[in-house]
Nanobody
Framework: QVQLVESGGGLVQAGGSLRLSCPAS????????MGWFRQAPGKEREFVACISRSGSSALYADSVKDRFTISRDDAKNTVYLQMNSLKPEDTAVYYC??????????????????WGQGTQATVSS
């Protein structure tokens, strides 16, 4: 089973950037679709982005499209989320997740069976 540990969160001003990392251990992530979700205070966890096993395609939530970029480096067994032009509404705990089945929409939590513990990103106005 793969284990995920997110890092890279922190406090940043609106308009700034953060880069989240999600190194995996236990087994290679090359056979997984990888995703990022987030949960803001008082809200349900929501889909942010996902990337195919090959890395050739990605899907983004409308709220982060053109600002966030998901990428993967299977040689380092790591997935990244580059977040630019951050807004206060991006404040949330960000979770990395792995989906073993290549079928699915990958925008719902139930497609993923491995989760990290989350990293807090706070954007001040």
């Amino acid at each position: 089973q793969v284990q995920l540990v997110e890092s890279g969160g922190g406090l940043v001003q609106a308009g700034g950037s953060l880069r989240l990392s999600c190194p995996a251990s236990g087994r290679t992530i090359s056979s997984y679709v990888m995703g990022w979700f987030r949960q803001a205070p008082g809200k349900e966890r929501e889909f942010v982005a996902c990337i195919s096993r090959s890395g050739s395609s990605a899907l983004y939530a409308d709220s982060v499209k053109d600002r966030f970029t998901i990428s993967r480096d299977d040689a380092k067994n790591t997935v990244y989320l580059q977040m630019n032009s951050l807004k206060p509404e991006d404040t949330a705990v960000y979770y990395c997740a792995a989906a073993p089945d290549p079928r699915g929409t990958f925008v719902v939590e139930t497609d993923y069976n491995v989760w990290g513990q989350g990293t807090q990103a706070t954007v001040s106005s």
